[in-house]
């Protein structure tokens, strides 16, 4: 996917190789004025993007950027991937050389030990004559017998190729041959058979422990050969990794160099056309037609730049037809003047009626508050004691309560009492019947205990119905309770009402006040309008002076619009020339009165001074003038 992407740039960089350079227009030399005659050839020179409309142009400069950084990116983590991919596989050849080859061949090492050791335990049981010394001799085969037959495991569940099974075999036939003249030797040695033993030693032994050192040697260097395959191999991947990422490293530089090369030009052309554009309108050229053929951001500025253009191009048509308009329009200004000057003597009249009725309102408002504020007083009286109620009803609410307890207290105690009566009654009625075993002599006894039953009975009956007057009151004491629990409720439900009733009066007063304040506030603007009003006057005049300012300002804006170069159907006209009056009379605005201009509001701009020649004829009519 990386090579078609970078065949798909380079197609793209041959075709703008190809594309032939736009055709520009310089800025005129000088400044083109209005009445100089424009050429339609001239007007319509258009600025064009002779460029292809392809998908690369047309996608957006970040994602052109994106796009680049993220091949390059691509690259360099291609780079990484098989970088790593291949330092893996060298891994797993190293971990087969350290964790397999070279284990092995010290195990089979240690194999050629143990048999070397076995070799040296049976000599020597052939040379000695101790038996004991023999004994050990012989432990000590069996123990390395017992090293090479875990080793052999260990060797025959790691091999898994044919010839190391193969050599592997070879070694086993070669054990299983001289295992048996190790234990014949060793058995001749223990009897005391020593000629016997050398002999086998030296006839038929020696050959088998050379075959089976032979076969040993072959399995160590099957070993070491897989071992050298494996160096070479991890030397060949090194070699070939090297040099195919120097082929993408340079495959990525060049291609890192194109993307830079095909995203700045596609970004500064585009840049260089509207600069020239800019400086074209700059230059007072507004005849020019941009078009531009892609939708990224330089596209978008070129029609940014385009629809700045005939914005222009309608905003300067629009002044030039409205300067005549500006100048008609403020000649009827000074005659709506006139008609301002009768509106502003009847609105005086009717500010003076007004102010007679705000102060009559101001007062019947000043009652209404001095009104609420009594209100306000005999409402928080009523809130202090309906607080006061609900204390009082809160303390009856304790005591019952604690009436309630007392009187549970009462009846437990009763139940006490009815319990000791019980327990009397069933006393005495065990006395009397002891008292009936006795006989006459227990007679007596029996009176007694026969009283005593019957106190008990009454003392019984008497705490039955103490208890049951005690639970009557107690229900009923409960009852109350629960009442006057309602009853305190029911207080501090209208503790709140007063206290909101209060607050609102609070409101009602306040709000009293401020539109008390508001009125006095009101009655005061309503003086200063009267004040105003009576200096309109000399407002209409300064405006009838402005008015004559600004046609000659609408002549002087038709001149300065005409330096405009416009297509052909829209020509600039020269401007409207207006003969300036005869001068010699100060400027009306001068007499305007000094608190005039302090009723200006702070954030509005003073009307423009009319010119004293503009102003002389209307200031000779007005010199008198300070009131009506």
């Known amino acids: 996917m990386f090579t078609l992407f970078v065949i798909y740039l380079l197609i793209i960089l041959k075709s703008r190789l190809h594309t032939p350079k736009q055709d520009t227009r310089g800025a005129p030399n000088r400044r083109t004025t209005a ?120 060797l025959e569940d790691s091999i898994q190729s044919e010839k190391g099974k193969a050599a592997l075999r070879t070694a086993f036939e070669a054990r299983s041959a001289y295992n048996p003249l190790i234990e014949r030797a060793s058995e001749l040695g223990l009897a005391n058979k020593q000629d016997e033993a050398t002999a086998l030693l030296l006839g038929e032994l020696q050959p088998a422990q050379k075959r089976y050192m032979g076969a040993l040697t072959d399995l160590i260097t099957l070993q070491k050969s897989m071992m050298a395959q494996s160096d070479e191999s991890v030397t060949q991947t090194v070699a070939s990794a090297g040099t195919l990422m120097l082929t993408i490293a340079v495959v990525t530089g060049i291609t890192g160099v194109l993307l830079a090369w095909a995203i700045t030009r596609s970004i500064t052309a585009p840049i260089r056309q509207a600069v020239q554009v800019a400086e074209t309108v700059a230059a007072g050229d507004l005849s020019s037609r941009i078009e531009s053929q892609s939708k990224d951001e330089t596209g978008q500025l070129l029609a940014a730049l385009r629809t700045m253009n005939d914005s222009l191009v309608g905003i300067v048509s629009s002044v030039r037809n409205s300067s005549d308009s500006i100048a008609t329009g403020s000649s009827q200004i000074a005659t709506g003047n006139a008609d301002l000057s009768q509106r502003t003597e009847e609105q005086a009249s009717n500010l003076q009626q007004t102010a007679a009725s705000m102060e009559q309102l101001t007062q019947t408002v000043k009652q209404n508050a001095d009104t609420a504020r ?226 200006v509001r702070p954030g509005a701009k003073p009307a423009a001074a009319a010119h004293p020649q503009q102003t002389a004829a209307l200031a000779a009519s007005s010199d008198d003038w300070t009131s009506f």
């Open 374 to 599: 009594q209100a306000t007083q005999l409402a928080g009286s009523a809130s202090n004691a309906a607080a006061q109620g609900g204390t009082v009803v809160a303390q009856v609410v304790s005591t019952m309560g604690e009436i309630s307890e007392s009187s549970r207290k009462i009846s437990d105690i009763i139940g006490v009492i009815d319990g000791i009566a019980f327990q009397t009654n069933i006393l005495a009625l065990n006395a009397a019947v002891e008292a009936a075993r006795a006989g006459e002599q227990g007679r007596g006894f029996a009176v007694v205990a026969s009283e005593v039953r019957s106190l008990a009975q009454r003392s019984a009956s008497a705490a039955k119905e103490i208890k049951t007057l005690i639970g009557a009151s107690v229900e009923k004491v409960e009852n109350g309770s629960k009442l006057v629990h309602e009853a305190g409720q029911s207080m501090g439900e209208i503790v709140s009402q007063v206290k909101r009733v209060n607050d609102l009066i609070n409101e009602i007063s306040a709000s009293s006040v401020e539109q008390s304040t508001g009125i006095g506030q009101i009655g005061d603007a309503v003086s200063q309008l009267d004040q105003v009003t009576q200096q309109n006057a000399a407002l209409v005049e300064e405006s009838a002076a402005a008015a004559e300012s600004l046609k000659h300002q609408a002549a002087n804006l038709a001149q300065t619009v005409a330096v405009f170069k416009l297509s052909g159907n829209q020509q600039a006209f020269a401007p409207v020339q207006h003969s300036a009056p005869a001068a010699g009379k100060p400027n009306a605005a001068n007499r305007i009165p000094a608190r005039v201009a302090n009723l």
């Open 35 to 154: 009445t100089a005659p424009v050429s339609s050839a001239a007007t319509f020179q258009p600025l064009r993007r002779q460029r292809p409309m392809n998908a690369f142009n047309n996608l957006r400069i970040g994602i052109r950027l994106g796009i680049g950084f993220a091949l390059l990116i691509a690259a360099v983590l291609f780079v990484a991937l098989f970088a790593r991919l291949t330092l893996g596989g060298i891994k797993e050849e190293l971990d087969v050389l350290t964790d397999d080859r070279v284990v092995k061949v010290e195990q089979v090492n240690s194999i050629i030990d143990n048999v070397n050791e076995i070799g040296t335990s049976v000599r020597n049981i052939a040379l000695l004559s101790d038996t004991q010394k023999m004994q050990a001799e012989l432990a000590d085969i069996r123990e390395a017998k017992a090293r090479n037959a875990e080793l052999y495991k260990k």
